[in-house]
């Protein structure tokens, strides 16, 4: 996968969207190889270029957002675990039901990784937004 980025900033540099799929690809790459925090550093630029050249409501830059809470919430690293909430319930999901609808897979997915995460936290608060999150 490392080639195949090489050769799409070669010979194909102004296609910006394959190159951050590559490099999303990449990140997944890491991830599955236990080199979590290396992952996490691409999952972080390539979101942050999606939202800087496709804009936050864009599906592909709300699918790189949930890439990225999933390497955060992955590396169990409580100030990690917060921010990855803060993205999900602050940014992409509210992205995700304007852009995509409610009843669209992706944004059910940001439902139901928000609730794990809040139900995970364990407060009675917690407990209670999951559950308002689930229905």
């Not at 690809?25 to 979101?47: H, K, M, P, W």
Request: hydrophobic share 45%; glycine share 6%.
């Amino acid at each position: 996968r490392v080639a195949n980025l090489a050769l799409l900033r070669r010979y194909w540099s102004r296609d910006e969207e394959a190159i951050l799929s590559a490099r999303g690809n990449i990140a997944s790459c890491l991830c599955l190889l236990g080199r979590r925090d290396e992952a996490l550093v691409l999952e972080r630029e390539t979101y942050a270029r999606r939202v800087a050249t496709l804009g936050g409501s864009h599906e592909n830059t709300i699918v790189s957002g949930l890439n990225l809470a999933n390497s955060m919430f992955g590396l169990l690293k409580q100030e990690l675990w917060d921010e990855a909430k803060s993205l999900v319930r602050d940014q992409l999901l509210p992205a995700a039901r304007r852009s995509l609808g409610v009843d669209h897979g992706l944004t059910l997915k940001l439902n139901s990784i928000l609730a794990v995460a809040f139900e995970h936290d364990g407060t009675r608060d917690d407990l209670l937004e999951a559950e308002s999150i689930l229905r």
